[in-house]
Nanobody, 124 residues
């Protein structure tokens, strides 16, 4: 069982930056594919970014602005968000599945563990 706790959300003006963190329980954190998803009001949850071992994936809407990284020593995955836009406003969720499973990292159905989410609001 993996428990995930997100932090770092908040209110920021357009063009600003935020860094989200997701702390994971467990001793084999490095063996998990970690993903970030988001859900805006009235919309479905969508893929943002994922990191599997050292390979990273991004949604087209955030490519070049967001960076996903991980610190296996701290059992933490990060999402650095720069040049934020009002359309980035959403609840951001961290998720995980074991890397031994052959799954699509961009698909939310691949993930077995989810955090509670953290709100990001970007004002215009």
């Amino acid at each position: 069982q993996v428990q995930l706790v997100e932090s770092g959300g908040g209110l920021v003006q357009a063009g600003g930056s935020l860094r989200l963190s997701c702390a994971a329980s467990g001793r084999t954190f490095s063996s998990y594919c970690m993903g970030w998803f988001r859900q805006a009001p009235g919309k479905e949850r969508e893929f943002v970014a994922a990191i599997n071992w050292s390979t990273t994936y991004y949604a087209d809407s955030v490519k070049g602005r967001f960076t996903i990284s991980r610190d296996n020593a701290k059992n933490t995955v990060y999402l650095q968000m720069n040049s934020l836009k009002p359309e980035d406003t959403a609840v951001y969720y961290c998720a995980a599945y074991h890397s031994s499973l052959i799954r699509r990292g961009r698909s939310q159905g691949s993930y077995d563990y989810w955090g509670q989410g953290t709100q990001v609001t970007v004002s215009s």
